[in-house]
Nanobody, 120 residues
Framework: QVQLVESGGGLVQAGGSLRLSCAAS????????MYWFRQAPGKEREFVAS????????YYADSVKGRFAISRDNAKNTVFLQMNSLKPEDTGVYYC?????????????WGQGTQVTVSS
């Protein structure tokens, strides 16, 4: 079993930056694919970014390409999402997820989420 805990969310002005962290416990995540999703008020949860177990392959939603960067530190059992040039439309609850398979359309573990609010 894996527990995921997100942190680093908050309120930031448009154009600012935030760095989200997802700390895992319960087992090593070094063999898991890791994902970030977000959910804006009244909208469906959407994919943001993913990273393969060894960090060698990453994917991004078109809406965040060039602004967000996903990375992982397997030694610390932590995944990061660096978010730059934030826009009001980036506002939402950001969730970390882990999957045993890569690629995967299903996710084995989820965190509780961290709120990101970008003011205009």
């Amino acid at each position: 079993q894996v527990q995921l805990v997100e942190s680093g969310g908050g309120l930031v002005q448009a154009g600012g930056s935030l760095r989200l962290s997802c700390a895992a416990s319960g087992r090593t995540v070094s063999t898991l694919a890791m994902y970030w999703f977000r959910q804006a008020p009244g909208k469906e949860r959407e994919f943001v970014a993913s990273i393969r177990w060894n960090g060698g392959i990453t994917y991004y939603a078109d809406s965040v390409k060039g602004r967000f960067a996903i990375s992982r530190d397997n030694a610390k059992n932590t995944v990061f999402l660096q978010m730059n040039s934030l826009k009001p439309e980036d506002t939402g609850v950001y969730y970390c997820a882990a999957a045993i398979n890569w690629p995967s359309a299903t996710y084995d573990y989820w965190g509780q989420g961290t709120q990101v609010t970008v003011s205009s």
